[in-house]
């Protein structure tokens, strides 16, 4: 294993990007939020999506040149992005002021990213928003990955939804989930390492239960509790999708033609100010959530993202740990640009 500060990291992801042909605001916005994956022990959404990228702006699905667009601004609570068919991130980092400003303003506000490609975590962007001291909610849909519960083949996405509420002092509280049992991401890091899937995960192209990745990837991931994860990725084709005037997620894999790719939707992300809603009520709102964390920690229990903010810790301190064969992989992807990739 080596060691790498996060910043040279990004900098060699950046410049891994910026060889591969795209602009200083793809590749930039990209690259911090990939190595904020790496960096919080999210493997799933780290460096190996860099190989998805390079594949998708080989393929010509993605503009590697966008400049994202924000849309005339009718005063209302809706701030709209368009990303140019370049990817979600530097369109969100475009309309965050926005966004937490007309939250202030007005209690609530929503940005809508359409156009993108869109590949990563939400928690950066949850992050982004509760550091203005606003609660968030962040959607969007992917590509026909999951059945519906009690279906037998593919049509949901692994539609990942990420909520967060500003504290006080330290960390927000953030959850961050794919609403499929797990991220597909997962899938392809356990065939990657020849393992299996754990019970429950997948059913393969004939719709029968399966634990090997292949069959799994071939036919449809599961919704994690049933028909309640089911109806919540059903929730985010409908508001991340159909609501925003883009994509969902049967219509995206329908267009890319593969799930190889990274796949092109919208997104929605809602900012709340807990001030605001709990106006003329008894209590502050931000010593009430205290309470309610501190009983659930009271217990034993964790926090979500207690264990990323702890990778997150020891890689700021100790740099992130990368194998021979991942930094094996970012040379020749240095190296080769495009053509690292089928
Ligand atoms: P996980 O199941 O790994 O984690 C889900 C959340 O639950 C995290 O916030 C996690 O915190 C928390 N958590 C896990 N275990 C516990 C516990 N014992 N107690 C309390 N909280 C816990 O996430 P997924 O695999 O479902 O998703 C991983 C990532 O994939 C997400 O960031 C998601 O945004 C991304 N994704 C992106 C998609 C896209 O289309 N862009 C599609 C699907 C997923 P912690 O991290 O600290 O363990
Ligand atoms: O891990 O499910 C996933 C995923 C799909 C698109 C981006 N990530």
Redesign the pocket.
Known sequence: MTAIPVEDLTARVAAILRGAGMNDTQSDALARIIVAGERDG?K??GIYRIEGVLRTLRAGQVNGLAEPRLLPDDGKAIIRVNAARGFSTPAFELGLPHLVARARDLGLAAMVVNDCT??????PEVEAVTDHGLAALVM?P?YASVAPAGGTSALL????L?FGWPRPSGHPY?????TSV?????IELLRRAGKPLPEGWAIGPDGAPTTDPEAGLAGAMLPFGGHKGSAIGTMIELLAGIMIGDLTSPEVLKELGTTTLA?FHGELVIAMSPEAFAAGRPGDPSARAELLFGAITGQG????????FAARAASEAEGIHLTEAETALLDKMARLGLDAVD
């Open positions: 999210c799933s959404h869109h590949f990563s975590a939400l928690w969007c992917s996405g692994t539609n990942p990420a953030v959850f961050d989930f794919a797990a991220a597909r991401g997962e796949p229990a964790r926090l979500p993202s207690a264990r990323r």
